[in-house]
């Protein structure tokens, strides 16, 4: 079975600057996708950023960016020039390639101070 | 335009009430799911319909329901409410079983 990790429940930022959210995961596979979804206030859940596995160069996103270690089994999402529309909670997912299941982390609540 | 929506938005019933959620995509996608996100914000698979078959059911009360009428639609029956099943139910569908596109949520209430 597949477990996803994010170690940090809570975290704040000033605006304008960077932040980095933690995710870990654990498979046997060794084909699946890797997400980041974000899910404001308005309980929308939106996809920001997906990683392949297969591919070694990192997913980048306007002003998101994840670091994929795949040996350490880690995935984290970098906001750059954080605004205040980004408060949101942040959830870490992952899906193997020959299932359909997201697995989902418990999420990070994000605050993006003025 | 909606990519893809689900009816209620808002569902409030009593105990031991029957209820329906209806979820519609208009994207083209042949695969779609329901999602339960608890009152910590934890979400969790619970079905998944590939061109009209199931192909998930995970450990999920027999009182909920799925039923897909065609490739565009998931709807998500509940008998016999309880307490513990107020969350917040999310619809979603994707293509090739890839990235997947959530509704807006029903969050169901049941006093």
């Known amino acids: 079975a597949q477990t996803v990790t994010q170690s940090q429940p809570e975290m704040s930022v000033q605006e304008a600057e960077t932040v980095t959210l933690s995710c870990t995961y654990d498979?046997?596979?060794?084909?699946?996708?890797l997400f980041w979804y974000k899910q404001p206030p308005s309980r929308q859940m939106i996809l920001v950023i997906r990683?392949?596995?297969?591919?070694?160069q990192n997913a980048t996103e306007n002003r998101f960016s994840v670091n994929f270690q795949k040996a350490a089994k880690s995935f984290s999402l970098k906001i750059s020039d954080s605004q205040l529309g980004d408060t949101a909670m942040y959830f870490c997912a992952f899906s193997i390639t020959s299932g359909s299941r997201l697995t989902f982390g418990e999420g990070t609540q994000l605050t993006v101070n003025p | 335009d909606t990519a893809v929506s689900q009816t209620p938005k808002y569902l409030v019933t009593q105990m031991g009430n029957d209820k329906s959620i209806k979820c519609e995509q208009n994207?083209?996608?042949?695969?779609m799911y329901w999602y339960k996100q608890d009152s910590k914000k934890f979400l969790k698979i619970m079905f998944s319909?590939?061109?009209?078959?199931?192909?998930i059911n995970e450990t999920v009360p027999n009182r909920f329901s799925p039923k897909s009428p065609d490739k565009a639609h998931l709807n998500l029956h509940i008998n016999s409410l309880e307490l513990g099943d107020s969350a917040v139910y999310f619809c979603?569908?994707?293509?090739?079983?890839?990235?997947?596109?959530f509704g807006p949520g029903t969050r169901l209430t049941v006093t």
């Open positions: 990683q392949e596995a297969y591919k070694q």
């Open positions: 319909y590939n061109n009209k078959e199931l192909i």
């Open positions: 979603a569908s994707s293509k090739d079983r890839y990235e997947q596109y």
């Open positions: 498979t046997s596979e060794n084909n699946y996708y």
């Open positions: 994207l083209g996608h042949d695969t």
